[in-house]
């Protein structure tokens, strides 16, 4: 791996900006394609009390992106949903290293949780 060079700290925001978030644990119980795109993959996630349709940009990423079923990792919640490629996605995956170029992996917890579990 190359060396790698932190960007710079984003400017400060109120905890109240964080705590607005809902960033939940889900498990991650089938992963499909979405015909009309290149990038995103169909999540459908367990959040305890509910499922929900998740759309994801991880089918370059991965050779295999259904070997994430059954894994369980953090999901944000609480943005509006919003309709990719024919698929209306209900969240939004939080995932680590996408935004520095780095081939993205899964924020997951260290044991298994219960899903619906909030972070923060």
């Keep these: ?29 089938k992963v499909e394609k979405v015909v009309r795109s290149e990038k995103l993959m169909k999540l459908t996630v367990s959040f305890g009390d509910h499922t929900r349709t998740i759309l994801a940009g991880i089918k370059q990423e991965r050779r295999n992106p259904r070997e ?7 999901f944000v919640l609480n943005v509006e949903p919003r309709k990719m490629a024919g698929e209306t996605s209900e969240g939004m995956l939080f995932d680590l ?10 924020a997951m917890p260290e044991r298994t949780v219960p899903d619906g579990t909030r972070a923060g």
């Design 68 to 74: 994430i079923e059954g894994k369980q990792a953090l």
């Design 97 to 106: 290293g996408y935004a520095d170029g780095i081939i993205p992996v899964l």
């Design 1 to 29: 791996m190359s060396e790698f060079k932190p960007t710079p700290v984003k400017a400060s925001v109120p905890l109240s900006a964080f705590e607005a978030l809902d960033i939940r644990v889900g498990t991650i119980q």
